[in-house]
């Protein structure tokens, strides 16, 4: 089927009580992992890249990839520009075909994330493209992202501001998570998520999910949240899968051998995930 956008998903999940995983890819067979899952689990996807990701190989080229598997499946697939940095790269995002944006702000001061978001919201909403942002500051460090110590914790009443100012459509939250590998067990503060639920009537977003126990991560889909993104760990899983063919037969130099094994162990780990998020058999 064509690429869809990620407004119905997350308001079915919201309505559901359940989560969307949300996958970002850094190659073709990382596209195919994802989809692979999201079908034998009959689920509905989000695949995503980030600013790096795009400047390594091209927005186009993301694009075709992904249109591509979407075309061949029964499962919905939306594609997402995850942490855009920018106005400019959200419009070209746009204008190749992606059919969901992000566009993070909250480095920058309150009002200027507002400005930033605005920026984005009056651009896509008359065309039905929905937008995600960001509010709080999720630490860690993963690409060209550094977001430092995540110690910049969503407040409940300025996200209600926020949305109401800037037309978002799902919001991410910044609870205790991090981008990247933790260092020892995160906290995070699940009765501030609650809190911000109360006051946002918009799907909530997790970001900095590798790493996160499961039921940490069930228990923040019970209080609210919608959309849960992984990264850092189909990044592990694949390099895993890749080393280990290498390590077993080092005379190999058929990329389809060792990439077909990174292919595998980045769709179990979706497959894991996704049950995780409960948003398996939903289709």
């Known amino acids: 089927?064509?690429?869809?956008?990620?407004?119905?998903?997350?308001?079915?999940?919201?309505?559901?009580?359940?989560?969307?995983?949300?996958?970002?890819?850094?190659?073709?067979?990382?596209?195919?992992?994802?989809?692979?899952?999201?079908?034998?689990?009959?689920?509905?996807?989000?695949?995503?890249?980030?600013?790096?990701?795009?400047?390594?190989?091209?927005?186009?080229?993301?694009?075709?990839?992904?249109?591509?598997?979407?075309?061949?499946?029964?499962?919905?697939?939306?594609?997402?520009?995850?942490?855009?940095?920018?106005?400019?790269?959200?419009?070209?995002?746009?204008?190749?075909?992606?059919?969901?944006?992000?566009?993070?702000?909250?480095?920058?001061?309150?009002?200027?994330?507002?400005?930033i978001t605005g920026k984005v919201t009056e651009i896509c909403t008359p065309i039905g493209i929905p937008v995600e942002a960001e509010l709080g500051k999720v630490g860690g460090k993963e690409d060209d992202l550094d977001g430092g110590e995540s110690n910049g914790f969503t407040d409940p009443y300025e996200a209600k501001e926020f949305v109401l100012k800037t037309n978002v459509t799902s919001l991410a939250v910044a609870i205790g998570t991090a981008h990247g590998i933790y260092r020892g067990e995160p906290k995070l503060d699940l009765d501030r998520l609650e809190r911000i639920r109360k006051e946002v009537d918009i799907p909530l977003v997790l970001h900095g999910a590798s790493g996160l126990a499961d039921d940490v991560v069930m228990e923040s889909i019970k209080r609210g949240i919608c959309k849960v993104n992984f990264a850092t760990e189909l990044r592990i899983a694949y390099s895993d899968g890749v080393k280990k063919a290498i390590r077993e037969n080092q005379d190999v130099y058929d990329p389809k051998k060792y990439g077909s094994v990174g292919r595998e162990y980045v769709k179990s780990v979706v497959m894991e995930k996704m049950k995780v998020c409960g948003c398996i058999f939903r289709i």
């Open 1 to 115: 089927m064509p690429l869809v956008s990620t407004k119905q998903m997350l308001l079915d999940a919201q309505e559901k009580n359940y989560a969307v995983g949300a996958f970002n890819v850094e190659n073709m067979e990382m596209v195919q992992a994802v989809i692979a899952a999201a079908e034998e689990l009959k689920a509905p996807v989000i695949i995503q890249t980030t600013p790096s990701t795009v400047k390594y190989a091209g927005l186009d080229y993301y694009y075709g990839l992904v249109k591509a598997a979407a075309q061949n499946t029964f499962v919905p697939v939306a594609l997402h520009l995850d942490h855009g940095s920018s106005f400019e790269l959200a419009v070209r995002a746009i204008r190749v075909g992606y059919t969901s944006i992000m566009i993070d702000g909250s480095h920058e001061p309150f009002e200027d994330n507002i400005r």
